[in-house]
């Protein structure tokens, strides 16, 4: 298994565009976690899906929103960038929510630059 | 509010010295303390949690409540430990983890 895998690894978009980002998870991970870092921050919580359904939200405006598919890949999706909406997106993968959900596994992000 | 601080982004120290990376948490609940560790051109990864009071690759860490402090130790650094490393905190159910803004450790020879 090549773990989460990400795409794309690296992308430009202009303010004002949309972006989607993609997440699969590790073989036999139902739950999927989205995180935003900010150079020279730690990560921050975006979204938890866990069996399709939003499982959490972080402190993040409208403008994102994700989704997952029956497969457990996931998107994530950006409106309206801002030049502040720069940063490494990254996926995480657990096996639930539930029991041992400390055990997220990360993938090696998507870098976002807003121009 | 759930915040986690990591006072020292840089923090340098000779091969076989001890070291001490410092977490300090405010959270209202229960909390649960991990601290997750990404070496060069590699994944965000866990090195250990409070829960299971484990050491790894001689790391430990220990929770004070009474501090509201989680900090990282290992007694000898070796250059193999040079990385970032994140302290976060788990709120409730699922996956909300607040992440400090992290402490690069930089072992010297």
């Known amino acids: 298994d090549a773990g989460v895998t990400q795409s794309p690894t690296h992308l430009i978009k202009t303010r004002g565009q949309h972006v989607t980002l993609r997440c699969s998870p590790i073989?036999?991970?139902?739950?999927v976690s989205w995180y935003q870092q900010v150079l020279g921050q730690g990560p921050q919580f975006i979204f938890q899906?866990?069996?399709?359904?939003?499982?959490g939200r972080g402190n993040f405006p409208d403008r994102f929103s994700a989704r997952q598919f029956p497969n457990y890949s996931s998107e994530l999706n950006v409106n309206a960038l801002l030049l502040g909406d720069s940063a490494l997106y990254l996926c995480a993968s657990s096996p639930s929510p539930g029991q041992g959900s400390y055990e997220q596994y990360f993938g090696p992000g998507t870098r976002l630059t807003v121009t | 509010a759930q915040r986690v601080t990591q006072p020292e982004k840089l923090l340098s120290v000779f091969k076989g010295a001890p070291v001490e990376l410092k977490c300090n948490y405010s959270?209202?609940?229960?909390?649960?303390l991990f601290w997750y560790v990404q070496y060069s051109r590699q994944r965000l990864q866990l090195l250990l949690r409070?829960?299971s009071r484990e050491s790894i690759k001689g790391f430990t860490a220990d929770l004070n409540k009474g501090e509201t402090s989680f900090h990282l130790k290992k007694p000898f650094a070796q250059e193999e430990d040079s990385a970032m490393y994140y302290c976060a905190l788990k709120s409730g159910y699922g996956q909300n983890f607040v992440f400090g803004p992290g402490t690069r450790l930089s072992v010297l020879p």
């Open positions: 899906y866990y069996e399709k359904e939003e499982r």
């Open positions: 073989s036999g991970h139902k739950s």
């Open positions: 959270y209202s609940g229960s909390p649960e």
């Open positions: 409070h829960i």
